[in-house]
């Protein structure tokens, strides 16, 4: 069992930055594959961006790519979302997510769920 708890949420204008965390309890943290979604209102969960279990490979989603970065910390039992150039579209609840690498993007492959943390992007 893999419990995650996102943080880093908050307001922030369009153009600029803000890092999520998600922290993970367990001893299993490094066997998992990580990843990050996001869901606006009325619109389905949107992949963004996975992480292998040793962070040596990554994959995003183009509406992403360029502009945030996926990182994990297994000491620390974290992962990271580093978000810039913010865009009023990013506005969303913003979930990590624990499971296979090859099949993570898929929504309904994941295998944990973090409760999700609020992003803002003000015109």
């Known amino acids: 069992q893999v419990q995650l708890v996102e943080s880093g949420g908050g307001l922030v204008q369009a153009g600029g930055s803000l890092r999520l965390s998600c922290a993970a309890s367990?001893?299993?943290?490094?066997?998992?594959?990580m990843a990050w979604f996001r869901q606006a209102p009325e619109k389905e969960r949107e992949f963004l961006a996975a992480?292998?279990?040793?962070?040596?490979?990554?994959y995003y989603a183009d509406s992403v790519k360029g502009r945030f970065t996926i990182s994990r910390d297994n000491a620390k039992n974290t992962v990271y979302l580093q978000m810039a150039s913010l865009k009023p579209e990013d506005t969303a609840v913003y979930y990590c997510a624990a499971g296979n690498y090859y099949v993570i993007d898929k929504a309904p492959n994941v295998r944990y769920w973090g409760q999700g943390t609020q992003v803002t992007v003000s015109s």
């Open positions: 367990g001893r299993t943290f490094s066997t998992y594959a």
């Open positions: 992480i292998s279990r040793s962070g040596g490979s990554t």
